[in-house]
């Protein structure tokens, strides 16, 4: 490998206001996106152009929190560099998946060592893939019944073999066992 093209050279290349700058345009990104998935938003519009008016919620409220803080402003969308903006939609699907694994993790910590029960439902959702959606329920410390959602996993076939499958493979990506 070229040593002027290595990771940690480049890295070290970068000045401190650079790198400043990039934690401020994820931490943006990282804000608007828990927001979005809080309320259960969708993130992007139909037509996400420049010159248009209304560009999708994603880029939107960006556009808002930029408006209303200026430190944001100076790093976000037009002030940034085209190859570093954070805002494409396979970067808002990472942020998304590792909130995922942050909430699913919460949960699992949350429930301790209690002992839980499944519901699994499966349904087709509107591209005809087949999905099922598995809810743990256990009951906490204080004697109440809790449930919580815990993923979504798309599935070969309803059989109940396949399902099975389904959910051995996300026990054990949590560290639950049956």
Same mark, same amino acid.
């Given at each position: 490998m070229k040593q002027p093209q290595h990771i940690q050279i480049v890295f070290e290349k970068h000045s401190t206001q650079e790198k400043r700058d990039c934690r401020t345009r994820l931490y943006a990104t990282v804000v608007v996106a828990r927001f979005l998935l809080r309320r259960g938003q969708v993130f992007r519009g139909h037509d996400e152009s420049e010159d248009l008016s209304d560009r999708g919620?994603?880029?939107?409220?960006l556009q808002y929190l930029a408006n209303h803080n200026e430190d944001i402003k100076k790093v976000v969308l037009e002030n940034t560099p085209k190859n570093h903006k954070l805002t494409h939609h396979d970067i808002q699907r990472d942020v998304v998946n590792a909130a995922a694994c942050e909430t699913s993790n919460a949960i699992i910590k949350e429930m301790g060592e209690a002992f839980f029960s499944i519901l699994a439902d499966e349904s087709c959702d509107i591209s005809n893939k087949e999905q099922m959606a598995l809810v743990l329920r256990y009951v906490n410390m204080k004697g109440i019944v809790i449930e919580r959602f815990i $993923? #979504? $996993?798309?599935?070969s076939?309803? #059989?109940s073999l396949s399902l099975?499958? $389904?959910i051995e493979s996300l026990f054990a990506r949590h560290g639950l066992s049956l």
């Open positions: 919620n994603f880029l939107e409220l $993923a #979504i $996993a798309h599935v076939s309803t #059989i099975k499958e $389904a």
